[in-house]
């Protein structure tokens, strides 16, 4: 397809490039296409890493769930305790004491 290209059918190129785009517009568009292939390599580098990432992680799955499991009423040696649920205060009542928040204030009376 390309057999027949010359040089001179490079400069003819070039300068219809130059003409088209200017010689003060060509350092910034090759500034940009630089920056552009840059962000793809390095988006490129961390879809890579992330899938690694995910393979070593499903691979760590698939052995953890071939261990065998704990004979009835012992806990595994892996097992995780159970974490503590605390519940948050509501809002608006941060730093009151429960037993003030649960009490209702009275009512203001009208000035006589």
């Known amino acids: 397809m390309l057999q027949g290209l010359t040089g001179w059918h490079l400069v003819i190129v070039v300068a219809v490039i130059l003409l088209l785009f200017g010689s003060t517009k060509l350092p910034a568009l090759a500034r940009s296409l630089g920056q552009s292939a840059r962000a793809f390599k390095g988006e490129m580098k961390a879809m890579r890493e992330d899938d690694e990432a995910d393979a070593a992680a499903s691979a760590g799955v698939a052995t953890a769930s071939a261990a065998p499991a704990a004979p009835v009423g ?10 503590a649920v605390v519940p948050e205060p509501a809002p ?13 204030s009275p009512t203001p009376q009208p000035a006589p």
């Open 74 to 83: 012992q806990v595994a040696p892996n097992a995780a305790a159970p974490a």
């Open 92 to 104: 608006g009542l941060a730093g009151v004491p429960a037993s003030a928040a649960a009490t209702p």
